[in-house]
Structure formats: C-alpha cells, structure tokens
DNA sequence: AATTTTTAGGGGGTATTTCCCCTTTTTTAT
DNA sequence: ATAAAAAAGGGGAAATACCCCCTAAAAATT
C-alpha cells in the first residue's frame, strides 16, 4: 500500500520540524518537504516533480500567506487536497480558507491522533472539519442574517434591488412607476448613503449585505 | 432544578408521539404540547401563556412550514430556541433553517441518546451541530470546484476583475497598461461571450462564478 | 513561408450615467 | 394647525458607457 505523500507549509520551523517528526512516525505517511511560505510552495512546484497527496497549510506567514497559496493550489493543482492548520478560530479566517478551497480546518492546539484522524479522513472522504471548528462557523450563519447599520427604506431597498439587474435607469422607473428623475434621486441619494460612486458600487454593496442573493 | 420545556411540532402524529413518550422519560425534560403545524404553533401562544425553553420544529408540514415556523419564533419569541428535525440531509433545506434562526439540526434517524445530548447542549450552549450535517454544509461553502463552461483568458480574467470595480474603463486602461480602446474591446467582447448587456451584467457574472469574491 | 488568430489600437457616433441645483406635493411630527 | 421632513419631479450639462466598423502588429498554425 503506498504512503501518503504530505507537504508541510509553514513559517515555525520549531513547530513544523516537530510536526514532521510526528508525522512521519505514522506508518502511512510520508512527508515530501518541509516549507515555510507559499513562495517555497510553488517554487517547489516548478522544480520537483514529486506531488503530494495533502498540504499541511498554516495560515499567518510572511511573503504568501495561507490563503493565497491555497487559491494558487485550487488554480494550479486542483488534486491536492489543503488542509488548514492555524491557531486562530476566527470566523472570518476559517471562511476565507474554505472559500479559497481547503478541505479542513483544525487548531493547532489539538491532540496528535486527531491530526492522524484528520489526515485519514481528508485522503478518504476529502474533507474534515473538527466539531468545534464547524459550530463557530455554522452559528455564524445566521447571525449574520440582521446587523446591516445602514438602515434602508422599503422604496429605496426596492430601487437597489432593480439597480442590480441590466435595466437601465429609464426601464427602472418604469417598473417603479416613477419618474426617471425620481429615480435619478434615489440613485444619488444611496450614493451618498452608502458611500459609492457609481451603479458598480450599488451593486457589491446589495451583494456583500445579501441585500440580493445570486 | 426546573425542567426544560419543550413543544414538539410535526405533522407525522405517530412520530411526534413516540417522541413525546421519549423525551417524556427522561427526568429534566417536559414536554408541553404536541403540535401538527406551525400555524398550530401560533396559535398555542395566543392562547397559552406557558412558553417553551426549546421547540423541536419538523420541516416538512402542511399549512406553516419549519421555515415559515422559525421565522415566526424568531420575529416574535426570539428567545425561544428551535431545534430542526428532519428527515432529508438537503443542504439548502439546511441553510434556510439556519438562516430562519434555528440553533440546530438533527436528523430523524439518530439515536434517542442524541437526542437527549442535543436537547441539553441547546438548552445550555445555545446551539448544536452534528458532524454529519456540519461536514455537509460546510463541504458545500467550497463545493464550487465545478469546471466554468466558458474559457476566459489570462487578459479577459484581468479585465473582469476589475470591471468589477468602481474604476471607469479609463482607468482599468491605465491599470493594464492598454488603450481605452483596447479595452473597448475588451468589454464588448465579454458582453457577447458572457451573453450580458452591460457591465453590471459583467459583475453579476463574475460574482456568480466566483471569479470576483466579495 | 504563408495564413489564420490573437492582441492592440482607432474613428466617430448614440445612449446612459452621473452631477448640481431647484420646485411641488405629500407625510410626519410637534 | 403648522413646521419640518420625506417623496416625487425637473433642467441642463459633462462624463462615461456602449456600439459598429476598421487597421496594424504579433503570435500561433499550417
């Protein structure tokens, strides 16, 4: 049975060379290399040809970080399988990564034989997330739902939502039976609200606040 | 000590019966209605002044769905918490119970000892996952590996990008080093290949496709 | 080497968007 | 009842976006 190949990804050597040292005294693994930034990763690429099964990401370190050099991998070795290593639990990091393509998430502070568990479960099943990790995350799905600080009006929700279509500006007072200058108004004055400068700005703003769902 | 209160609400009366008899063995539980539907459930709190700590909310029901039910707590009785229970491990059916403010998901096959687990850590901790549902929802956060029909160049892609911008095209020009015109060409091209008639069209279908992440 | 495709650039026009400043009508609050 | 605010509408102009048709150079194909 062949081992399973893993790079490591990160800028504690301390804490990498101990990981190395734990991983490769698990009989079914094999570790390819020991790097210290995203940089090495895809320099690593362009000179071995010897690819892994998984990459052990950190997230904080210098020069390419965890998140981007996870998105490099989805682009240019979509096979690999990242798995996220950081010691921080914040939401918004975890999504980035998931975003960017990891298949797990799990805080440095674990047990050893959770990471071997880890590692198992992301070669067989392709992903794993530590029940912890996951209940930060899903019960920020919902929390996100009410907390939009800039209060809009029934109308002018209405207006945005139609300026996040193709119509033109024209075909929009038509379907809101007014004038194109109201229309004109409502524009200018969310403008100013939400601090944009242009239709392009209407429409990230009504994206970023689920204002309109795609 | 008191008791944890609960409502049960789920049209299969055989189910929510032989649930009923379960919960109501075990000694910190009580349950104070078995209900059929939401609107059922609406009702109980006009007429009824004893209020639940937990609702255990089916989601398929005629008349007032878990969803519709959820929202209506969450609106009117947010500190009642709800916790789904379903049979189907769909994930949008997952999302919009979330999104409606449920603390939970269980699936109708688990066993009664999770049950009880479930309850109490709802009741304490405000909220609880099982790694089942967890590792299916938080899978379909990346899922989008899937491969884009269209095939847009190095060059396209760049424009794209930052059409999605605030900048005119005067100025994405300038940031890729070509002629306005140029980048004239750019923009109507991607209208016909991209089938869209406008640059907000652009966007919404680079945020579609992920191309741009918000 | 010749041909096609891709990439970059242009002319000249119409339509739409954006901006600033102003009036009237309707609602809301005091 | 009356002042204040919000909603609806407008004039006019500059900037930007959109459209169609066309050329030259570079790159890829053959």
Redesign the pocket.
Known sequence: MNKIDIIIVDDHLLFSEALNGLISELEQFNVLAVLANGNELVNYFSNENRQPDIVLMDIQMPIMNGVEATNWLKNNRPEIKVLALSMECEEDTILKMLRAGARGYLLKDIHPSMLEHALKEVHKTGYFYTENVANTLLNSVNKKEKPREIFL????LEFLKL?CT????????DT??????????????L?EKLNV??????VLYAIKEKIVIL
Chains 1, 2 share one sequence.
Do not use: H
């Open positions: 009006k029934e109308r002018e300026a193709e119509m033109p500006y024209r075909q929009i007072a809101m039976f007014l004038s194109p200058k109201t229309v004109d108004n409502y524009r200018e004055s403008f400068k242009s239709r392009i700005g209407l």
